[in-house]
């Protein structure tokens, strides 16, 4: 799983819809699509670095291209 420092869940929900995600919920978690993946992420600061990696995974998408988002 690819590694990803923490960073805070306000932050990746941003990068995230700058890459075509859009929030479909919130609740404790905020569930993010782009029509064809679902992710979920988690609402604490900050998010564990392997979590962030399995969610970046999860949303298509590799290290370096969400890190360009940020």
Not at 7 to 14: E, G, M, P, Q
Not at 37 to 56: C, Q
């Amino acid at each position: 799983m690819p590694k990803i420092s923490g960073i805070n869940h306000l932050r990746a929900v941003r990068a995230l819809e700058k890459g075509g995600f859009r929030i479909v919920r919130q609740g404790k978690h905020i569930v993010m699509s782009d029509g064809s993946h679902f992710i979920t992420i988690p609402r604490h600061n900050p998010v564990n670095a392997l979590t962030m990696g399995g969610i970046v995974k999860d949303a298509g998408m590799s290290v370096e291209e969400f890190r360009n988002l940020l």
